[in-house]
């Protein structure tokens, strides 16, 4: 149980384009989910936390016009990353928060994403 | 705010040694204490968390975590290491909800 699937895996795309992100709980539904960001060999850098039914809280410093997030069911999120530039290439790794399961976060495969 | 410290960015060991990742925390109130492990362009499996009682934590493929109020630290242990055993492995902490990540350790596990 407790399985988080991201899709697509990887993904490139041009400059300019847009990019959407859906993160899935596959057996169990989510209240809440984050958005990581993890540049090589560092660590994971929250961008958003994304409560179903409601508006995203981004962390500080994270464009929330440009990291679009929608939280349209328990069991779906997704990030669209607009126009999208070569500084945004990086490794997208989403989780599910789970109370029922003593608090924990349930994370997804990541995405890779590179913008050329 | 809650933090967490990985003083070393990567681990050497020879197979069959024991290991220790390390981590200390800096939080107000009951910590809730966490360690993951990342293969490379995967996410982040979990390996064993602290919420309370037990200060030594047993969690998956033979790692455990010893609890530290004193020393404010929650290291990681496996007591014979393997060459799969090489990864990336994260100490977290849980903020309202919010898990705040270390700097991360390469755990390097040579034959």
């Known amino acids: 149980g407790a399985v988080v699937s991201q899709h697509p895996s990887r993904v490139i795309c041009k400059s300019g384009t847009s990019v959407k992100i859906e993160c899935r709980s596959l057996?169990?539904?989510?209240?809440?989910m984050f958005w990581y960001r993890q540049f090589p060999k560092q660590s994971l850098m929250l961008m958003a936390t994304?409560?179903?039914?409601?508006?995203?809280?981004?962390e500080q410093g994270v464009e929330k016009d440009k990291f679009l997030i929608n939280h349209a069911s328990l069991t779906l999120s997704t990030l669209t990353v607009t126009s999208a530039h070569p500084e945004d290439s990086s490794f997208y790794i989403c989780?599910?928060?789970?109370?029922?399961?003593?608090?924990?976060?349930?994370f997804g495969p990541g995405t890779r994403l590179t913008v050329l | 705010a809650q933090s967490v410290a990985q003083p070393e960015d990567q681990v050497n060991v020879a197979e069959g040694n024991p290991l220790t990742v390390k981590c200390t925390y800096s939080?107000?109130?009951?910590?809730?204490l966490f360690w993951y492990v990342q293969y490379p362009n995967r996410g982040l499996q979990f390996l064993l968390k602290y919420i309370t009682g037990d200060n030594l934590v047993k969690g998956s493929y033979g790692f455990e975590a010893e609890f530290n109020k004193s020393q404010t630290s929650f290291h990681l242990k496996k007591p014979s290491a393997l060459v799969s055993d090489s990864a990336l492995y994260f100490c977290a902490v849980r903020d309202t909800g919010k898990l705040i990540f270390g700097q991360g350790t390469t755990l390097q596990v040579k034959p």
């Open positions: 994304s409560n179903e039914g409601s508006k995203a809280t981004y």
């Open positions: 989780s599910a928060y789970v109370a029922t399961y003593y608090n924990e976060q349930f």
């Open positions: 939080v107000s109130g009951n910590p809730y």
């Open positions: 057996d169990f539904q989510a209240t809440t």
